[in-house]
């Protein structure tokens, strides 16, 4: 990270100090380690002492603001020295900057100094009118005009007192546009009072159809909901919505408008809007509308619509970073053999079978649908699969042809008795298309058909759903809103902390992990684990961490930062297999001396430390934090922080939108959560939307307060509309669905071409459910 000045540095600590509500020594130590290369994984977990025990959650929100902040500072001390070198500083605009606390603020202090092409202001100072401009402002009982006429400059071009009079007034335009005060107080107004504007260019209302709903559209810019911005933005960005900033129509119509008066007012300018003011003050109030409408208006629409655009993105980026973390933190299944199929038609259903560490042992393609329908054929040959290697569990996955695969494989678990105990469960198999035609999968099945590495994908990821995801690039996963529209390096950066941070809070086995799985393992990258993966293959299973230090280019920082996240389940040190770090080995050999008992005697023993206390073994690096974390992986080594596996049922005879009635009580799986509900599975190729209203009795300000992605729930049907694949639900299952709102067919009756277009908040809401179910598709 870039180094900064004492004097910066201590003002950015206090600054994080301040925004995160920590102690400045948590700040100070925090930035100290990520300066040092440490990873908030390691720090979180090993670093507790340092750190006053900060979690992951707000050493990333540190780690962002440390970047800003500091790109903050370098900005400053530019413009500090580029008004500098121009002779202009002043000890007040000196103090001005160095109290300025964010980039907006810094850019609007420079405004005024800052190098700009050659404007009509500027022409008009060079050819001497701010004199007079000093004039007219000296004189309330001037005629501006006539003042005019004696201070022409004809080799500049101004020789005719009109010319001259208007040069005045772009300089004083300029000079009230370019005052920070000013700037920041109009920018709070509108934030606060201004309204974004949307409707329809004109002849686009057929080819927009899909942004009917913002065709004749306003809302408070504070209120905007994110989804909702993206939407806008989205239109405009295709060409078919315009979008503006204003007031209230009724402020918007006010002359003089209400902005045009509060320039005159901060600037203290003594403007007359009147129909009879006299020259002097009615030409101020002319200076004022300039300001207003040709200076200051157009850049406040960029620049707030840029901040909803910013903030709308940032909410994005976090709903789909929480998703993502549900997803990836997901019950795993476990060791068990898994028979994968990636259900089609015409292509066939792929089959793929996998032992308990997730080799593949066999493969098919069946094709019990499209034009062979090979039913019998397709239950033997899965049959004889099953039975060959002794498969426990079927992942079939969620796509095409899904709900027909599932009730062929249910079938014929029930008519074969020794196949009873086999349990299938769908699962998403999102990316999984990705991943099989990825260089990885390439790698990792060189002589496997690109189409069963779908079906082999589906197998892993209900084995081990992070194992198998981290393979995936996080934005293929479509767990987010809006994913292509917002900053696509910040979202990825988001994403990768995510990854990060699941990877670690559950831990790596370094003897079965795959390249990419090691790559997101604090402190590797992807040359190191190819290392470990290439040292494995040519030596065999890593006996202990130490063992580590042998791979090549995997040095003592490496060792210390990655170490306690990759365990050694079957090693010679049965503490390798914890989350121990090796740093902190000699404390358990201490508490192993006391007890009078060796490691493996102990380990994974709830009462093998009972009548112990922490306190007794802290040392001078080692805090009361550690040593708890010692005791309780000592207990429960190697804990897995993920739930217990749970599935969904989906009900029987229910496998399409036409199969649904309105009323109907299903289970379901949330496949994505934004922040106006949830998409939910019911096992009819068309997810559900669960509007924010409907999640619970109680008011919900975030859905994810009740519902996580993979979260299996119980939902009632309010509507269905097939011509649109629409479904509506609830899970308050005492709701009673309006009769108006049974499976609803596609209206014949023309629209009208504008209309009124905020969306009404009850849970049936058509015109939310259809954008963001093709959203969600």
């Known amino acids: 990270m870039t180094n900064t000045s004492t004097t910066d540095s201590s003002r950015i600590f206090s600054w994080l100090a301040d925004e995160l509500s920590i102690r400045l020594a948590q700040v100070q130590a925090a930035v100290e380690l990520l300066d040092n290369g440490a990873t908030v994984p390691f720090i979180a977990r090993y670093r507790k002492e340092a750190t006053g025990g900060l979690d992951d959650s707000v050493l990333r929100e540190l780690e962002v603001r440390l970047l800003y902040l500091r790109e903050l500072e370098a900005r400053r001390t530019a413009i500090i020295e580029s008004i500098e070198e121009q002779g202009k500083m002043t000890p007040e605009l000196a103090t001005s900057l160095d109290e300025a606390n964010t980039k907006q603020r810094l850019e609007d202090l420079y405004a005024p100094y800052k190098p700009k092409r050659r404007t009509r202001a500027q022409m008009a100072i060079e050819a001497g009118l701010e004199d007079l401009v000093q004039a007219i402002l000296a004189d309330p009982h001037c005629d501006p005009l006539q003042l005019a006429g004696t201070y022409l400059n004809p080799e500049a071009g101004f020789d005719e007192a009109k010319k001259a009079l208007d040069g005045a ?80 129509p009724e402020l918007d119509a006010l002359q003089p408008h209400p902005c045009v008066e509060r320039v005159a007012q901060l600037m203290q300018c003594p403007a007359d809007f009147s129909a009879h003011a006299a020259p002097q003050p009615k030409w101020l109030a002319e200076v004022c509308r300039i300001t207003w409408r040709v200076k200051l208006l157009t850049a406040f629409e960029t620049e707030l619509i840029g901040r909803l655009r910013e903030e709308a993105e940032a909410e994005a980026t976090r709903v789909f970073a929480a998703n993502l973390r549900d997803l990836l933190l997901a019950a795993p299944a476990g060791n068990k053999r898994v028979l994968g199929l990636d259900p089609g038609i015409r292509t066939g259903v792929k089959v793929a079978a996998i032992d308990e560490t997730g080799k593949v042992l066999d493969t098919a393609t069946v094709y019990p649908f499209g034009g062979r329908k090979d039913i019998a054929g397709t239950q033997q040959r899965l049959a004889a699969m099953i039975r060959q290697h002794q498969i426990q569990l079927i992942a079939i996955g969620n796509g095409t042809a899904s709900r027909e695969t599932e009730q062929l494989v249910k079938n014929l678990l029930q008519s074969q008795t020794d196949l009873s105990a086999v349990q299938h469960i769908v699962v998403s198999e999102a990316g999984a298309s990705v991943y099989s035609a990825s260089e990885l999968a390439s790698q990792e099945f060189p002589d496997l058909d690109v189409s069963l590495r779908g079906a082999v994908s589906i197998a892993r990821r209900l084995q081990d759903p992070l194992a198998e995801l981290v393979k995936i690039e996080p934005k293929a996963i479509g767990v987010g809103q809006y994913q292509h529209d917002v900053n696509q390096r910040e979202l990825e950066r988001s994403l990768d902390a995510v990854v990060e941070d699941c990877v670690n809070a559950v831990g790596v086995d370094v003897n079965t992990a795959s390249a990419a799985l090691l790559a997101r393992v604090s402190g590797l990258n992807k040359t190191l684990a190819e290392n470990i993966v290439a040292w494995r293959d040519e030596n065999g299973a890593f006996p202990d961490r130490q063992s580590l230090l042998k791979v090549k280019r995997f040095g003592p920082k490496t060792f210390e930062q990655a170490a306690g996240f990759l365990r050694i389940p079957q090693g010679t040190n049965p503490l390798d297999a914890s989350a121990v770090h090796p740093e902190a080995y000699p404390v358990v050999e201490r508490i192993l001396e006391k007890i009078q008992a060796d490691a493996r005697s102990i380990i994974g023993q709830a009462d093998a430390l009972k009548g112990l206390s922490p306190k007794d073994f802290i040392d001078e690096r080692f805090g009361l934090p550690t040593i708890q974390d010692i005791f309780t992986e000592i207990e429960k080594p190697g804990r897995d922080p993920r739930p217990e596996f749970k599935t969904a049922r989906f009900l029987d ?125």
């Open 653 to 777: 005879g229910v496998t399409a939108i036409t199969d649904l009635q309105v009323g109907m009580v299903l289970e379901g799986v949330v496949t994505n959560v934004a922040n106006f509900g949830a998409f939910v599975d019911i096992g009819v190729h068309q997810d559900g939307l669960v509007h924010i209203s409907a999640l619970s009795h109680q008011f919900v300000k975030d859905p994810r307060e009740v519902v996580r992605v993979g979260q299996t729930v119980t939902v009632k049907v309010l509507e269905v509309d097939e011509a649109r694949k629409r479904i509506s639900l609830s899970m308050r299952l005492d709701d009673h669905p309006e009769p108006t709102l049974k499976k609803a067919a596609a209206s014949t009756k023309p629209r009208a071409s504008r209309r009124p277009a905020r969306p009404a908040p009850d849970i049936a809401n058509n015109a939310m459910a259809a954008a963001f179910a093709k959203l969600k598709r």
């Open 169 to 248: 007034r772009e300089i004083l335009a300029q000079r009230y546009a370019e005052n920070a005060d000013l700037l920041e107080n109009l920018r709070q107004y509108l934030w606060q009072h201004g309204l974004l504007y949307a409707s329809v260019i004109e002849g686009k209302e057929d080819e927009g159809d899909k942004f009917r709903d913002w065709f004749n559209f306003s809302e408070s810019l504070k209120t905007l909901p994110s989804h909702r911005v993206l939407a806008l933005l989205r239109g405009r960005q295709q060409g078919i919505l315009s979008l503006r900033i204003g007031l209230q």
